[in-house]
């Protein structure tokens, strides 16, 4: 026999549950546009009979256990790594766009046409050797080709060392998001253990290591009471509670390519910290100290750049054997009016004198190990006295260019290192930067869609369908409608029954 | 798989930046009429537009370069035509000269004459754009000068005398003609002594840089090299003295090593030279006292004098070799000498060279003293000769030095009839020099040709690679705006739309 209020209680359990119901998905409707947020779904049961003495067994309506948060943890894992990937590409790829347009482009190759301006002024030399207007712009153009030179090396050397400070600045969010982790996973526990909701708590965690994934490539265990545990190439940066310190220092190795750059270790151990192999942080790493062939960044542009700087300014200034012929240098002309070979050499570095110059080194190789694209300039001798700039291959005779036309070959058709002539040399930079770049996009692109795809697939999983919540909408109504007209039959039914008792 | 509104939006979003994305690369490509906006949008386009860009700028300055060796060359052409009707007209008047001349006819022609060698001399002093053309390397003063010295009229060429113990006039005295000579032999055009201060000079140069480098083996060759033409050098201003023209000498020493391989062949090659020598000297005195009995004899006179050439040239080579060498080894080493000799004569060549083309450039100036020559059999001298001729003279004087120093004067006899000939010896070396210049010009004029191809190839290939095909770039612009234009519209529809809509 049920209890003569059974049916209010059910009543009042399903306008509960429906309730429940509608408030969830008006929760969703509100958040629908809410980052991170996952939805929540209502999970209820039907409450089975309370007596197990009647035979006549009814059971006492619905009872919601739970409201979760539709999350797919494997997603999230698969999305955090693709991410740091993609992020390493993103920041390569962002960082190579600037210096690639430190090279130039197509139609403001500044070095190219700087060489190619200063080698026509030469040839006009060559038929007015004695004109001193000619000289002039020849000095003009020759050092118009060093500062620009000087100006692509200085930018380099600028863009390392703001990706340098990319390089700090990530290092601060990295801490700053791992110490969120640590708060929020003690949150979560405390919340947990006294039955609470941790939805919300969970959503806002999930967003901190969507962020921390793109900085570093991390790997994150989901342990039984809810924390997540977050390592980094091994090394643990968020355990339950606690978060591990990172900190930036100045490297000072003089043999080091990253002397004077940050170095990144742990504040407790003070052991360096290895940054895995993806991640914004890695890209940055990645440009800021690439050196060699096999991984190409600012340091690698730098030497390729300078080594262009010393074998022209070398070429041009002791001469060049190719094949079997010798083309005289700088060092081997006569200017005008001088009685002897002047030697004088024409690019030499910090505008020292020709002199000076050849006094840098112990032999030839190490006084032009001097030159850099840094500092390559005219010699002092020249910008003094342009009647030095060596045009005669000996004393005497206004029109002997033998020296300059040797200069021009150089300058022009002469393969000065290798099977390479001068702009060969420097299209090779500029074929090796544009390729590094281009492929670095592409590489973008491609990991870029793969993060999109999975970013998609969660987003399926765990966002908010208007269209799905309207039909939860008007289900749950439907079903508080139907609830609260049970409500009112209950009523009618209590009514009759409180009657009868009064009309006796 | 449910779609969510986040994925919808993310998705709409994503599509209508691609497609605006695609826009602005269009509307770019367009706008600047350059496929690639970046080096990395296409590596080897970038490169190649370096490359092309390069080689359009050089054929520019080769395109400037052959106007300015056009226009030289057509000065020196014309100065050369003119030269042909000078040297022309006084061969005719050469032949004109007759015993029955009156006294009146022999002024004019004697004025004519010397209006002829100002003539010339004007056609040498050519100028064009302010470089003097017949002067080598020295295009800033004029090369030829006529001048009046203590033993007459004479002309100097870049303030050298071209023949210093020329045709004198034999009223001169001999002592005068000695002190003129040791006076001015420091001023003589082209001689030995220069050659071999020169000479020594380079080869102190080369030794120094071997010395330098002792592991350098090209350094140390070309060393060995220098200091073998700078001995050679030396010998010859021991043999022929100091102020010996240059080109003298190297003709004396080919006579030298022609009559020594012809003794070769005459006596046999294991002959010493002594034996030699008393077989020469018997062969001259047969010859000359059957010519001393039949004067009329010119066939007998012709082989006096070859005897007595091959007996000076074989008693020279005694003093020189020693009399125990064998023929064949003197003639080897004369042969060495001439080579030499005859090297420093080449290197000494003042060409200017312009640069026409890649690797490719050409010579645009004529020097003097191969248009009139130099040393004894100048141009200059065969006037004065006529000159003589005029004023009845049968006899001139010339001096040379030998190598101790020794002034000797000879009285040679002038004869008329010579004279026609020797007008004609000059001729031809005009009509060489002409010819080479046409070759030359034949070359430049080719060469405008070339470059002209040239540069519509280059031109053609760096607008190909560089620029963009209006039609096909402006089909992508429209292109792209439509799709840019359906994804905004079909956005806008979808994502405005839900179920909420729909409810009443």
Avoid: H
């Avoid at chain 1, 003009?140 to 990319?166: E, V």
């Avoid at chain 2, 100065?79 to 004019?108: E, F, P, Q, R, Y």
Wanted: contains cysteine; hydrophobic residues 35%; proline residues 1%.
């Amino acid at each position: 026999m049920a209890s003569t209020f059974l049916g209010l209680s059910i009543t009042s359990r399903g306008l509960n549950a429906a309730q429940i119901g509608l408030a969830t998905t008006t929760n969703n409707m509100s958040n629908i546009d809410t980052t991170g947020y996952s939805r929540q779904v209502v999970t209820q049961t039907s409450v089975g009979p309370a007596a197990v003495y009647s035979s006549s067994l009814v059971g006492e309506g619905v009872e919601v256990t739970s409201v979760d948060r539709v999350r797919s943890f494997r997603l999230d894992q698969k999305y955090w790594q693709q991410n740091s990937a993609s992020s390493q590409a993103e920041a390569t790829s962002t960082c190579l766009q600037q210096v690639e347009n430190v090279f130039g482009s197509t139609t403001t190759s500044n070095i190219t046409t700087d060489l190619n301006t200063f080698t026509s002024e030469l040839s006009t030399l060559a038929s007015s050797t004695t004109d001193t207007s000619v000289r002039a712009t020849v000095l003009s153009d020759a050092q118009t080709l060093c500062d620009t030179i000087n100006t692509a090396s200085t930018t380099l050397t600028t863009q390392r060392s703001d990706i340098d400070s990319d390089v700090k600045t990530t290092v601060g969010q990295i801490n700053s998001y791992a110490t969120q982790i640590a708060t929020l996973n003690k949150q979560i526990s405390v919340a947990s253990a006294s039955g609470a909701s941790t939805n919300e708590l969970e959503d806002q965690r999930g967003l901190v290591v969507d962020d921390l994934s793109g900085l570093v490539g991390i790997n994150v265990i989901q342990e039984n009471n809810g924390d997540l545990t977050i390592a980094v190439a091994g090394a643990t940066l968020v355990s339950g509670d606690k978060a591990n310190e990172l900190e930036c220092y100045t490297i000072t190795d003089a043999t080091s390519t990253q002397n004077g750059m940050s170095g990144i270790r742990w504040t407790d151990s003070g052991k360096d910290f290895d940054t895995g192999d993806s991640g914004a942080l890695n890209g940055y790493l990645q440009v800021r100290d690439g050196s060699t062939a096999d991984s190409k960044g600012i340091p690698y542009y730098i030497s390729q750049l300078d080594d262009f700087a010393r074998t022209f300014a070398k070429a041009f200034n002791e001469g060049v054997t190719s094949g079997s012929t010798t083309y005289s240098g700088s060092a081997d002309g006569v200017g005008i009016d001088d009685d002897a070979t002047t030697g004088t050499r024409f690019f030499s570095y910090d505008n020292l004198s020709s002199a000076d110059l050849m006094a840098s080194g112990t032999d030839i190789d190490a006084v032009y190990s001097n030159i850099t694209a840094a500092n390559i300039s005219v010699s002092k001798d020249i910008i003094d006295d342009t009647d030095k700039i060596p045009t005669a291959s000996s004393t005497g005779g206004d029109s002997n260019v033998k020296n300059l036309t040797d200069l021009i070959s150089i300058c022009t058709d002469v393969n000065i290192s290798g099977n390479s002539t001068v702009s060969g040399l420097y299209n090779v930079i500029v074929a090796t930067v544009a390729g590094a770049s281009a492929s670095a996009q592409t590489e973008y692109d491609r990991k870029n869609t793969s993060t999109t795809y999975i970013n998609t697939s969660r987003s399926s999983v765990s966002g908010v369908s208007s269209n799905e919540e309207t039909t939860n909408l008007t289900t749950y109504q439907a079903a508080y409608a139907a609830s609260a007209s049970m409500a009112s039959t209950w009523s009618e039914i209590y009514s009759t029954t409180i009657n009868m008792v009064n009309t006796d | 798989m449910r779609i969510t509104n986040g994925m919808v939006a993310a998705n709409n979003l994503r599509n209508i930046s691609k497609a605006e994305n695609r826009l602005a690369a269009a509307n770019a490509a367009v706008s600047s009429n350059q496929k690639i906006q970046a080096a990395s949008d296409d590596p080897l386009v970038a490169t190649r537009a370096v490359t092309y860009r390069s080689y359009v700028s050089q054929i520019a300055q080769y395109q400037d370069n052959t106007d300015a060796a056009d226009g030289w060359q057509t000065a020196t052409d014309d100065a050369l035509s003119g030269l042909v009707d000078s040297v022309t007209t006084l061969g005719t008047l050469a032949g004109k000269i007759t015993d029955t001349l009156s006294a009146a006819d022999l002024t004019s022609m004697k004025t004519q004459v010397q209006t002829l060698q100002d003539e010339v001399i004007s056609y040498m002093n050519t100028n064009y754009c302010g470089s003097y053309v017949f002067g080598g390397y020295s295009t800033g003063t004029a090369p030829y000068a006529a001048v009046s010295t203590d033993v007459g009229d004479t002309v100097t060429y870049k303030g050298g005398y071209l023949s210093l113990g020329g045709v004198v006039s034999a009223d001169i005295s001999d002592d005068d003609i000695k002190t003129f000579y040791t006076a001015n032999d420091g001023d003589a055009y082209n001689t030995l002594t220069t050659a071999s201060a020169t000479a020594l000079k380079a080869s102190t140069v080369a030794t120094a840089a071997a010395a330098a480098a002792p592991t350098d083996l090209t350094l140390a060759a070309k060393a060995t090299n220098a200091k073998k033409t700078s001995d050679a050098l030396e010998a010859a201003v021991a043999t022929y003295g100091g102020t010996t023209n240059l080109t003298d000498a190297v003709a004396a020493d080919k006579t030298a090593y022609q009559t020594l391989a012809a003794a070769v062949t005459t006596y046999g090659g294991t002959t010493t030279l002594t034996d030699a020598t008393a077989i020469a000297k018997t062969a001259y005195d047969t010859a000359s006292s059957a010519s001393a009995a039949d004067t009329t004899d010119t066939t007998l006179a012709t082989t006096t004098a070859t005897a007595l050439t091959a007996y000076q040239t074989l008693t020279a080579a005694v003093t020189t070799y020693g009399g125990t060498t064998t023929l064949t080894d003197a003639a080897a080493t004369a042969k060495t000498t001439y080579a030499t000799l005859a090297d420093v004569a080449t290197n000494g060549d003042q060409k200017i060279n312009y640069n026409i083309g890649f690797s490719s450039s050409v010579t645009v100036n004529t020097e003097g003293q191969d248009v009139v020559g130099e040393g004894i059999n100048n141009l200059f001298n065969t006037i004065a000769k006529l000159q003589l001729a005029l004023n009845g003279d049968t006899s001139y004087k010339t001096a040379a030095v030998d190598s101790s120093g020794t002034v000797t004067v000879t009285t040679n006899s002038l004869d008329v009839s010579d004279l026609k000939s020797e007008f004609a010896t000059d001729l031809s070396k005009i009509t060489a020099a002409q010819a080479t210049l046409g070759g030359n010009m034949d070359r430049v004029a080719s060469a405008v040709n070339t470059l002209s191809d040239a540069s519509t190839l280059y031109k053609g290939l760096m607008t190909d690679n560089e620029n963009i095909d209006t039609a096909a770039a402006a089909t992508e612009l429209t292109s792209a705006e439509y799709t840019y234009e359906a994804a905004l519209a079909v956005g806008a529809k979808v994502t405005s739309k839900s179920l909420i809509d729909y409810i009443a």
